[in-house]
């Protein structure tokens, strides 16, 4: 077959988590996963076919922390997830901790939340399927707090295209952190208008961040989530809610 594409240029593509990190006696492990099964692009006469979504293969983790970036992010965690994934993972102490960054464009038209949100559904589906021992914690920041807004069944202009977390995976998401949530411009946060997840979410909107707050005027305070000390205390938050 022609110009196949080898899997490992894409394995990054695929919804297995990238690395586990044991945190404890005062130094940090990371041990790179190794999948038996790995998407697949194959490129047929100018055509790209890509195979669905693979079972995860990876070794199951305690806690599998995902988080989806903000609009106009490059791939990974972002300015805000970057530092709450960096600090959760060494608040879990002694527990090992896979980490996923959701895939999804993170495009400016704002829709792209809706594949986001199947894109975090696929991810956390296939690890509970695998892993009955893991707990979850989901997090977004700006288009990326939709992202999660939309997996935990809130209505946003892109939930038509998104997807839910089934009720067999929603009870083991521990905690829903996030930041600068555009739902805030609806008057809601996730606290209060999901009965199933509120209890389990904290969500942080900066004073004046116009993504969030109605009325806001400073667009700064939007992007300083990461420095103020917020991602600091959701990642406190988080790991707070995990059991045992």
Do not use: W
């Not at 022609?2 to 492990?29: D, K």
């Not at 996923?100 to 038209?109: E, G, K, L, Q």
């Not at 999901?194 to 707050?213: E, H, I, K, L, T």
């Amino acid at each position: 077959m022609r110009n196949t594409v080898r899997a490992s240029a894409i394995a990054a593509a695929s919804r297995i988590p990238t690395e586990v990190t044991t945190v404890g006696a005062g130094r940090r492990r990371k041990t790179r996963l190794c999948a038996n099964a790995v998407t697949v692009l194959t490129i047929v006469a100018g055509a790209a076919v890509v195979a669905g979504p693979v079972a995860f293969a990876g070794p199951c983790s305690d806690v599998d922390v995902s988080f989806a970036r903000g609009t106009g992010e490059l791939p990974g965690f972002g300015i805000t997830g970057g530092p709450f994934v960096n600090r959760l993972t060494s608040e879990l102490s002694g527990r090992s901790v896979s980490t996923y960054a959701v895939n999804y464009a993170a495009d400016y038209s704002q829709l792209s939340a809706g594949p986001g949100s199947r894109d975090l559904v696929d991810h956390i589906s296939s690890v509970a399927a695998a892993c009955p021992g893991t707990q979850f914690v989901i997090g977004g920041y700006s288009q990326g707090a939709t992202v999660i807004s939309n997996a935990v069944g809130l209505r946003t202009p892109s939930s038509a295209s998104g997807a839910v977390l089934p009720s067999v995976v929603a009870d083991r998401i521990a905690a829903v952190v996030v930041f600068g949530n555009p739902l805030g411009l609806q008057g809601q946060t996730i606290e209060t208008a999901s009965g199933p997840f509120g209890s389990r979410a904290s969500s942080y909107c900066n004073f004046g961040d116009p993504v969030c707050q109605l009325g806001g005027f400073n667009t700064f305070a939007h992007l300083t989530y990461g420095t103020n000390g917020k991602t600091t205390q959701g990642a406190a938050f988080a790991a707070s809610r995990i059991i045992g």
